[in-house]
């Protein structure tokens, strides 16, 4: 099989995403009362109208339009003052009354629009973008200095009920095929969920990752959802085909359902993409399926062949009156709206001086970006301190926070931080220093001085004993300097290192580097 990179020079990959939000902070359900509370006792939560006996009547939960107006505001999407909800056919276990309560071709939400950032790696992906120059376009994308932004439509945010958890016994890896039995927790069937599905303006899996990753962060900055992955809040299904570069037409496209990781999206993309060209260029044919991604094999298999609109059977519910939202209601749902991450890291760029790469990025987590802020606020924080702060955030606790890690707040704390940055600024330690000592303070909850004084960290910045090294380092080493000033410039790093090694660690490197290059005659 092609690598992706090869299989797109060829053919143009053609995604569309499918993301489905759990509202998790409402208190009740969809339709009904029934209490919203992962991790219950299965089926603890039930009543008549969720589990669709006869003569229950639903009622819509008005704190959940809220949120999905709320949501449609902060993507851009134009706000429909007259819905309904539908009934889609869905004959299956986790759906007891045997169809879902949706929304139909109007949904609350519609025609909105997401701008996505794509530089460093994220940008890689993106065919030929080397042969265009900053400020260029080519369809929904233009090029920036460091990479590119593509703007990607979304066609609609809809309201639906969750369906029940299907729990599989003695399959492999929880999956129906070779299960003994299955179980069915009711608890999760009317939770109200919004769907939000793009237009197919994704082009490489990357993009799709980074359209997930922002719509989390808009997402939890709303505090609408948990939005847990593992727990399945925030889950997507990918729609993605091919079509020869140069073509309009659309490829039959299949679907990867129910991915659950960032990762496993970006993989699950990537393998479709060079498996469908496989099967294409040996002259075969890609059937409209539904398949499933296996991250244990790293590949696709076929769960169903996807179903069309028809086999929906879909029709207005007759228990549900058409729903109607008041100018006054949209505006008071508007009002709420809180500073979305694109706005902050604008206001981070004024406010602060930061490039635009470090405000991105910093916002990517609210707890860097808030951190961030708590830290400029302290009294002793100074405007030269955002750069070495935002590296330290984006780098080191960033990856933390990747990881899984949880951080004490009573730990690490704007003092200490502002106090390690300090450190930095002043030379006091070198980077690599104050990386191990961000690592000590986490891990012994210690002021970043007192580690500093515990392992002899503080750097020599006294230049007149610097000087006295690097006099005794060039004097003792009579050939090299020769050999250096003949030419071989790579040497510089020896000298560094000889200063270093006399310094015992402790001798300031940019001054060290500053008085060899004076007196190498540089």
Same mark, same amino acid.
């Given at each position: 099989m092609k690598t992706m990179e090869e299989v797109l020079r060829d053919w143009e990959a053609v995604i569309g995403l499918e993301v489905h939000? !759990? =509202?998790? &902070? =409402? !208190?009740?359900?969809?339709?009904c009362g029934c209490k919203l509370e992962f991790g219950a006792e299965p089926n603890t939560h039930t009543c008549p109208v969720c589990l669709g006996l006869p003569g229950a009547l639903p009622v819509p939960n008005k704190a959940a339009i809220e949120n999905i107006v709320l949501a449609g505001l902060a993507t851009n999407c134009d706000i429909e003052k007259h819905t309904m909800f539908y009934r889609k056919g869905y004959m299956y276990p986790d759906m007891s009354k045997n169809f879902q309560t949706t929304q139909g071709p109007k949904a609350f939400c519609m025609r909105g629009w997401l701008d996505l950032d794509m530089d460093g790696r994220g940008a890689e992906e993106r065919y030929n973008l080397a042969a265009l120059k900053p400020g260029d376009r080519d369809e929904n994308i233009t090029r920036t200095e $460091?990479?590119? +932004?593509?703007h990607v439509g979304i066609t609609r945010i809809h309201m639906e009920e969750d369906a029940a958890k299907l729990v599989h016994v003695g399959g492999a890896e929880g999956r129906i095929e070779g299960a003994t039995e299955s179980l069915v927790d009711y608890n999760r069937a009317g939770t109200p969920l919004m769907e939000l599905v793009t237009e197919p303006d994704l082009r490489t899996p990357e993009e799709a990752r980074a359209f997930m990753q922002k719509l989390r962060q808009i997402w939890l900055a709303l505090d609408i959802s948990d939005c847990s992955m593992e727990e399945g809040s925030l889950r997507a299904d990918g729609n993605v085909s091919l079509r020869r570069r140069g073509s309009k037409e659309l490829g039959t496209k299949t679907e990867l359902k129910n991915i659950n990781s960032f990762k496993s999206l970006h993989d699950g993309l990537a393998y479709e993409i060079c498996r469908q060209a496989e099967v294409l260029e040996e002259g075969g044919i890609i059937y409209q399926e539904t398949r499933h991604w296996d991250p244990s094999t790293k590949r696709t298999v076929v769960m169903r062949v996807k179903e069309t609109a028809d086999d929906y059977r879909m029709f207005p519910d007759p228990d549900l009156a058409p729903y109607d939202l008041t100018d006054e209601f949209i505006d008071n749902v508007r009002a709420k709206l809180p500073e979305l991450p694109d706005q902050k890291a604008k206001r981070f760029i004024a406010d602060f001086g930061l490039s635009a790469y470090d405000a991105r990025h910093l916002v990517e987590h609210r707890a860097t970006a808030n951190f961030f802020e708590a830290c400029m606020q302290e009294g002793a924080a100074k405007a030269e301190f955002a750069k070495p702060l935002a590296n330290l955030l984006i780098n080191d606790i960033a990856a933390r926070l990747n990881a899984g890690e949880s951080l004490d707040a009573d730990v690490l704390t704007p003092v200490r931080m502002v106090q390690l940055v300090d450190m930095l600024a002043t030379d006091a330690v070198s980077?690599?220093?104050? &990386? !191990? +000592? =961000? /690592? /000590? @303070? =986490?891990?012994?909850? &210690?002021?970043p001085s007192v580690i500093a004084d515990e392992r002899g960290m503080k750097q020599v910045s $006294?230049?007149? /004993? #610097?000087?006295? +090294? @690097? $006099?005794? @380092? #060039?004097a003792s080493n009579p050939d090299k300097v020769a050999a250096y000033q003949g030419g071989k410039k790579g040497l510089l790093g020896f000298f560094m290192g000889q200063c270093m090694k006399a310094s015992r660690g402790q001798g300031n490197p940019k001054l060290f580097n500053q008085l060899l290059m004076r007196k190498l005659g540089e």
């Open positions: 939000c !759990e =509202l998790t &902070k =409402l !208190e009740t359900k969809m339709f $460091d990479g590119y +932004i593509a980077s690599k220093q104050g &990386k !191990e +000592i =961000l /690592a /000590a @303070v =986490l891990e012994e909850d &210690k002021d $006294d230049t007149s /004993a #610097l000087e006295a +090294i @690097v $006099d005794q @380092v #060039l």
